[in-house]
């Protein structure tokens, strides 16, 4: 950075020299302020959590795994993937804990000298207990603890001669680097790129050239030198076989997925011992979504591993009702990850009228913590038995809500698990809708989407999908605003060389201004201008297959759950196995809250909660970002400054 002052000064005083530009023109220009967004599929870079474009690249690998996986279970072969990542292994490491794959080879953390010998007992075991195909993940940059590279080819040798299995090499390459981005990574550019404009108009001579990085969820600006002599320190940790600095330096976010693989990937929990486990329950309530399955499955293994005996309860409360509780296995939820819906089953019904029936089921079953899955519903529910602890003592047992559905209206927290899944499949119609059109211009489409009174999907689709209005109920409007954008777009089509245009509307947006209101006002003040189309998209969005972000965030938080159950009987439960978890801390939602995971008790929470309209009270945080969206479409807006400091860290761990 010196260097370049030094190169802009010189430059400026020969411009000066030869009367090109004035003093007051040189006095002006005297510094050059830098702010810098970092793009690259390897997330290879210290100081954020997500580097623009990695989310799009898991979803790439995530594609090409499920999509092998049929083969591979039809032919009982072995597939070794090599994917990207030369000197990070975080796509292999993340691609390995989101599709289930037997083995990761990442440069960060090489595996022992014995490697061989453990891969091949590891895949013959699982073979003898009827698994029918094996995935193996090796980072490019993969090497073991003396520095020789390992390749997937070298990886192959190994597997072919030892175990004579059936074992094909597929090698990823630029396909990565390829498709349409993901949502999340539109979003981020989007929010990224304004930020860093408002970092440079900040700027003063003296302030040191910067970067703006995602942590948590919260935008941030941070000294790029720093970052730089970070990233290099993990290089040169690797060089001197330092491996647990290389993989400390990485941050919390990268030890915990390695953390989590590792006990994932077991191929068998450990023995028992002596002393009995306590029943942990897992239910769902509520809608289903993506994420929901890999949660499960998370919390099943990660009580398996601790020591102790998962129990899953079927169908919600009416499945704890009718009895239909049953202990899950290590290898009942094998598969779960990658599943869409929810395979525990799923209503709607609350406890509150039933409060005595469900009281006599967990004393039956000898629940001694339960963890509820779900969105709204699921809050309710926790905050009724919490509510009714005097009443029952069988409800005074460690509760915490997993927040799980694709409207993110659940309180208490910035995201919900399948969210995210919901946002690409909206993006992803949305581009086809456009496309639709591309022989046919001046087409405006009119899409309503999911949410409730929640207008999440609606705001974040809009900016991925480069919407030219989002329509929610946070944001009151009526015929003037519909006006003034209807004109807006009119004028574009006009003088912008646009030809195609998208509006968005929450399904609770406005009773009367509803989705036919808008198709009818768009189809008569703009005949003249343009045509219209109109799509209600309904239960597509909570289809498909579960977004690589979902898998992850329902996997880590799945796993707190378990570690945050097992710290609360310590506290709570008698020798004799009673619980006595009456304090409302004991009755929680994990959350994440800007930038890591909270444990909030739910009697706490329902003081910030709009139960009329089942969302959080107050703006919520992508409030904030809709008039990016709205300068993007040309809209007057302004946009105010995101970006945290980032010595003002709080504890916990961050959603990468």
């Known amino acids: ?52 474009g990695t989310d799009s690249a898991l979803h790439r690998i995530i594609e090409a795994v499920d999509a092998i996986m049929p083969t591979a279970l039809s032919h009982q072969r072995t597939f070794i993937m090599e994917v990207m990542g030369r000197h990070c292994g975080y796509l292999a490491l993340v691609a390995g804990i989101v599709s289930e794959a037997d083995w990761v080879f990442v440069p960060e953390w090489p595996p022992e000298a014995n490697w061989p010998e453990k891969l091949c007992k590891k895949l013959g075991m699982e073979r003898e207990t009827g698994q029918r195909l094996n995935i193996i993940i090796v980072s490019e940059g993969a090497i073991d603890r003396e520095g ?270 399948g969210a995210d899944t919901a946002l690409n499949e909206i993006t992803e119609i949305c581009d086809r809708i456009r ?61 912008g060389n646009i030809f195609r245009g998208l509006i968005l509307r929450n399904e609770k947006a406005n009773s009367n201004y509803d989705t036919d209101f808008l198709y009818r006002l768009y189809c008569e003040e703009g005949k003249d201008k343009f045509t219209v189309r109109h799509n209600v998209l309904g239960h597509m969005q909570q289809g498909g297959w579960p977004s690589p972000f979902d898998r992850n965030v329902a996997t880590k938080m799945a796993a707190k759950t378990v570690t945050w159950l097992i710290e609360q009987l310590t506290h709570c439960a008698a020798r004799d196995g009673t619980v006595h978890a009456e304090d409302p801390s004991t009755a929680t939602l994990l959350g994440m809250r800007t930038r890591a995971y909270r444990f909030q008790p739910v009697e706490e929470i329902k003081k910030e909660t709009d139960f009329e309209h089942r969302v959080p009270a107050g703006d919520q945080w992508w409030m904030k970002i809709r008039s990016i969206m709205s300068i993007l479409a040309q809209h007057d807006s302004t946009y105010e400054v995101e970006g945290l400091d980032p010595t003002t860290c709080t504890d916990g761990e961050t959603m990468g």
């Open 435 to 495: 496309q639709s059109a591309q022989g046919t211009k001046r087409r405006v489409f009119i899409v309503e989407t999911m949410g409730g009174y929640s207008g999440y999907l609606a705001t974040m689709a809009g900016l991925a999908g480069g919407a030219d209005a989002a329509y929610i109920a946070e944001e009151k409007f009526g015929i003037q605003e519909l006006m003034k954008d209807l004109d807006i777009m009119a004028f574009k089509m006009d003088k």
């Open 148 to 417: 020789n590279p390992i390749t997937a080819d070298a990886v192959k040798k190994v597997v072919v001669e030892r175990l004579q299995q059936d074992t094909r090499v597929t090698v990823l390459g630029h396909v990565q680097r390829g498709g349409a981005p993901s949502a999340f990574d539109r979003i981020l550019g989007c929010r990224m790129g304004a930020e860093a404009v408002l970092a440079l108009m900040d700027a003063t001579p003296s302030t040191p050239a910067a970067v703006v990085s995602l942590d948590g969820n919260a935008a941030v600006r941070v000294p790029l030198m720093a970052c730089v002599e970070k990233t290099q320190a993990v290089t040169k940790a690797m060089n001197e076989r330092n491996w647990e600095l290389a993989v400390q330096l990485r941050g919390k976010s990268f030890q915990r997925n390695l953390e989590t693989y590792r006990m994932l990937t077991r191929l068998k929990p450990p023995l028992q011992t002596e002393k009995p486990g306590w029943n942990l329950a897992v239910m769902h309530i509520g809608a289903p979504c993506c994420g929901m399955n890999a949660a499960v499955r998370s919390f099943t293994r990660n009580c398996i591993y601790s020591g102790n005996n998962p129990v899953g309860i079927h169908n919600g409360v009416d499945g704890l009702l009718s009895g239909e509780v049953k202990p899950i296995s290590w290898s009942d939820v094998t598969g779960w990850v990658a599943e869409g819906g929810a395979l525990l089953g799923t209503k709607r019904t609350l406890p509150e009228k039933n409060c005595s029936a469900c009281a006599e089921q967990l004393a039956k079953f000898k629940i001694q913590g339960l963890v509820v899955i779900g969105g709204f519903e699921a809050f309710q529910a926790v905050l009724q038995l919490a509510e009714n602890r005097d009443k029952f003592k069988e409800f005074r047992i460690p509760i915490v809500v997993l927040p799980a559905t694709i409207s993110n209206n659940v309180p208490g927290t910035d995201f919900s698990v």
């Open 1 to 52: 950075m010196v260097g370049q002052g030094r190169k802009l000064t010189v430059v400026l005083q020969e411009l000066l020299d030869t009367a090109k530009i004035d003093t007051e023109a040189a006095e002006t220009n005297s510094h050059l302020n830098i702010v810098g967004m970092v793009g690259s599929i390897d997330n290879d870079f210290c100081g954020t959590d997500m580097t623009i």
